[in-house]
């Protein structure tokens, strides 16, 4: 943090780029990419978005929470503590952040309601942004 920004609130959390992006933007399968990067938190974002897409809401909600864990993992390990903003405008927090996205949608999908608020709620505090951006807002 700069001796001059706001010491009230935590630096932004910005995530390493995810050398699988570059392999789904290239039109690899995503599942073929999960496989292969399992830790790639927006190799299961795609797989969770095409299903819920679908129609198959548990397969989704599966992948969106794999996904979702991972993005966790890596925010940890990037020295996020919990909270604090994960911007939607930094590329490589997209694979967290479209997780969660999916994650919120399948859990509405299945009814589980305290699960959908925690979720938009976490989206929201990172970056209101994402909500729009995830067609949540």
Sequence with gaps: MSLHGNLLEPDDTRLP????????????????????SPASSIAWAVLAE???DAGETVAGYAYARTGYHRGLDQLR???WKGFGPVPW???????????????????EGIGETA????????????D??????????
């Design 77 to 79: 390990r990037n020295g």
């Design 17 to 36: 780029a995810d050398p699988a992006a570059a392999e789904l933007a290239a039109g690899t399968d995503p599942a073929e990419v999960a496989a292969a």
């Design 89 to 107: 405008s930094h590329e490589p927090n997209r694979g967290f952040l479209r997780s969660t996205g999916a994650l919120l949608r399948a859990a």
């Design 115 to 126: 699960e959908v608020e925690r979720l938009r709620t976490l989206i929201s505090d990172s």
């Design 50 to 52: 095409r299903a819920l």
């Design 128 to 137: 209101p942004q994402a909500l729009r951006a995830l067609g949540i807002a």
